[in-house]
């Protein structure tokens, strides 16, 4: 970590959470990231490395508490996460620099997988308040999951990923179509628990799937709920029928339930493989979450009164090659 912000003054103080083995040139990355904060006007910011140990949530509190307002996440969607769970409570905003695949996270919340876009939504401070869905002592900003997401999430490699984007996850899901369901007993708030043969749960705070492709038309990421998702296909034909649906989006989806709650209390019959935001958490028996509301500061590309989170995200990519070819030329 630098202990020292040099550049010159007006800009907010900021700090980059950086997951190094995501970068392929982690010199080139700073320089880039502090020449065109302090093309902006920024002061240059703190430099932190995640580990093993410690993915970004220490990293991310150390940031806090050295005063600074805004945290830039610079990895995969494990590294956002991780930023994340330092940040919910606190009045300091995630800007966020994608270097994994990151398409959950990307989909939804209108960021760029581009770094001049990431920089640019950030120095142009727009920012909206969003809920934080919470998993035991960790957070998830998009969706968690349990059973067929969870492993199609598994079995999808990174090379692969890497290689061909989102749909590696296809040939992941492709693996699972005709698995077993799991028994599960589904408790929403103080509702009597529902009893199901499911494929998947999904407890989303707001609805689009890798893709692009919206599962859940209604959830909006600060409207204080979560929406539950049980997925029940049996056949590859109800698989299809579901894929169908939600791709045309007319009407209501085959073989899914939906339901809105503030807390849940998903229970399997055997343990399932479990994610947050796309990224894997231990596999359990159980996934309790529940909503924190308007817990997160997020830097968006759009005025707060749009509802719609992905709202002038291309323009703002382009802004932020300007910024960037500006600090190049200085």
Not at 218 to 224: F, H, I, K, S
Not at 261 to 271: G, K
């Amino acid at each position: 970590m630098d202990g020292e912000q040099h550049g010159r003054p007006g800009g907010p103080r900021s700090a980059v959470v950086v997951n190094p083995v995501k970068v392929a040139d982690l010199a080139e990355l700073r320089k880039t990231v502090d020449g065109a904060l302090a093309a902006a006007g920024w002061p240059e910011p703190l430099w932190f490395e995640t580990t093993p140990e410690d993915p970004g949530r220490g990293q991310t509190r150390a940031a806090v508490e050295a005063g600074v307002e805004v945290v830039f996440a610079c990895g995969g969607d494990g590294t956002v996460m991780a930023c994340v769970g330092g940040l919910v409570g606190t009045d300091v905003a995630l800007a966020v620099l994608p270097q994994g695949t990151g398409n959950l996270l990307a989909a939804n919340l209108g960021l760029s997988h581009d770094l001049a876009a990431g920089l640019e939504v950030a120095v142009e401070r727009g920012r909206r308040q969003l809920d934080v869905g919470a998993v035991e002592d960790q957070y998830f900003t998009v969706m968690a999951g349990m059973g067929f997401d969870a492993q199609m999430l598994a079995d999808t490699s990174e090379a692969t990923k890497a290689r061909i984007g989102w749909p590696a996850y296809v040939m992941g899901a492709a693996r699972h179509l005709r698995d077993r369901p799991m028994r599960v007993s589904i408790r929403l708030d103080d509702r009597p628990p529902l009893r199901r043969r499911a494929r998947s749960v999904l407890v989303a705070n707001v609805g689009r799937l890798q893709g692009g492709v919206t599962l859940l038309t209604d959830a909006e990421p600060d409207d204080g709920w979560l929406d539950v998702a049980v997925l029940t296909p049996r056949t590859l034909r109800h698989w299809l029928a579901m894929a169908w649906a939600l791709v045309r989006r007319r009407g209501s989806v085959p073989r899914m339930e939906v339901f809105r709650c503030r807390r849940v209390r998903v229970t399997s019959n055997r343990p399932q493989p479990r994610e947050l935001d796309g990224d894997l958490i231990e596999p359990g028996r159980q996934l309790r979450a529940e909503i924190r509301p308007r817990a997160l500061w997020l830097c968006v590309p759009q005025p707060e009164e749009a509802r719609d989170l992905t709202v002038d995200a291309d323009a703002v990519g382009e802004r932020g090659e300007e910024l960037v070819e500006e600090a190049r030329r200085e």
